[in-house]
């Protein structure tokens, strides 16, 4: 299981965990098969992430990331990863930005 | 200032170049306080602030003294920043409605932002280094804002004014600034460890030290101070965890420049402070973006 955004969510996905608001109410329990009923609720909610099956871990942008061309995310990779030479790239606040600035770029057509 | 991370002396790493690092420091911060220094309109209005019987009319009489700076608060007050509904217009609404304190932040971060010109551009391109530090400053207003800090506009002030210190550096010893940035090129070394090396002490520290001087709040100083160090903040952690993280998130996602060419090293004991998940940065970066032009277009005419 791994943790997927809500923005990349799609019906039929699979909870393997339950979905607590920030004060721990339980919003959807862990088994639910995702409807587009869920999506809104977890919307509305401000959920920004939850558990799903079959999901690699810390695959949270998962979806995203593979709408980049392969040939332009490696030159990207080239570029950025020098700039990284010193972040724990384990840790996933330093994976998750590294992505995000990949995505930076491929979107503003750097490179 | 008690046991304040920015006494310098307790740095307990430093006993051996331990009076000259010092000396440094104190030519650093003199230099720079003889050359540069806070707006009398600053001190008058952290003086009425901090007077007990003083009244917000005290407070807005002060400000509008200053036309400029009036604008500038009223253009940061109706900014997507803070989304009110209804226009801001008058300085005595904005105190009423963001707070005194928070007034007081934003004037002091208009205000350093006004005082130092005349860096070579060879060193740093200025325009680039505030949008650097503004967005610091916003990111580490969102991840307050998110964590529930009221003092949100004090950790935007630490964050627009984080890296300061590079602008004493810049303008006290610019020669040995271009030796350090040259070898933090060829060595593949952060820029701030060539200066822990080289001076006992970081653009970070003398920053901090800096604001300290000018009798700026703790609760921005030692956030400065510790940005690179964040474990030794005693008094303010979780701010000081803003600012470590938000400088962080603008070097590598790109957003601006500060003449460090790396992304600096995250330690990992702030991200377990501020217990996000690691999907919330999309959204905080999300939600921050939009804010930085506006701001930049409001506090950077001045800043060029």
């Not at chain 1, 959920?47 to 099956?53: N, Y």
């Not at chain 1, 871990?57 to 995203?64: E, G, Q, V």
């Not at chain 2, 070579?120 to 916003?138: D, R, T, Y």
């Amino acid at each position: 299981m791994g943790k997927i955004l809500t923005d990349n969510l799609a019906q039929g996905m699979i909870l393997t965990s339950d979905v607590l608001d920030r004060s721990g109410r339980l919003l959807l329990k862990s088994g639910t098969e995702l409807t587009d009923r869920h999506l809104y609720i977890l919307r509305t909610w401000g959920i920004v992430e939850v558990d799903i099956a079959g999901m690699e871990d810390n695959d949270t942008n998962a979806t995203p990331d593979k709408t980049i061309d392969p040939a332009l995310r490696s030159i990207l990779e080239d570029k950025i990863m020098p700039l990284f030479l010193h972040a724990d790239l384990s840790h996933p606040f330093m994976h998750g930005l590294l992505r995000m600035r990949i995505q930076r770029e491929a979107r503003n057509g750097n490179q | 200032m008690g046991s304040y991370a920015c006494e310098f002396s307790e740095r307990p790493e430093m006993a051996t170049n331990d009076t000259l690092n010092k000396k440094m420091m104190e030519r650093l911060i003199n230099e720079t306080d003889s050359v540069y220094s806070l707006p009398l309109i600053y001190e008058r209005l952290t003086e009425v602030i901090n007077h007990p019987r003083s009244s917000i009319t005290d407070i807005t009489r002060i400000i509008s003294e200053d036309q400029g700076l009036t604008a500038r608060l009223l253009k940061l007050a109706n900014s997507p920043m803070f989304g009110f509904f209804s226009k801001i217009d008058t300085i005595d609404k904005a105190a009423t409605i963001i707070g005194t304190q928070q007034l007081q932040a934003l004037a002091l971060a208009v205000s350093v932002m006004e005082i130092f010109t005349g860096i070579p551009e060879e060193l740093v391109n200025m325009k680039s280094f505030w949008q650097h530090s503004i967005a610091c400053g916003i990111i580490a207003r969102t991840l307050a804002i998110y964590h529930r800090d009221i003092n949100a506009e004090r950790v935007f002030a630490a964050g627009i004014l984080h890296d300061v210190g590079r602008l004493v550096m810049f303008t006290t010893i610019p020669e040995i600034v271009k030796e350090m940035i040259v070898e933090s090129r060829e060595e593949e070394s952060l820029l701030y460890w060539i200066e822990e090396n080289r001076f006992g002490f970081t653009h970070a520290n003398v920053g901090g030290r800096l604001l300290a001087n000018w009798n700026i709040p703790e609760s921005i100083a030692e956030p400065v101070y510790c940005h690179h160090s964040p474990v030794e903040a005693k008094k303010f952690p979780l701010e000081t965890s803003f600012i470590h993280m938000a400088d962080i998130i603008c070097k590598a996602l790109g957003i601006g420049s500060n003449g460090e060419q790396f992304v600096p090293p995250l330690e990992p004991s702030t991200w377990e402070r501020m217990g996000i998940p690691a999907g919330s940065l999309v959204e905080i970066v999300r939600y921050a973006e939009p804010q930085l032009e506006e701001t930049l277009a409001i506090l950077g005419k001045n800043a060029s």
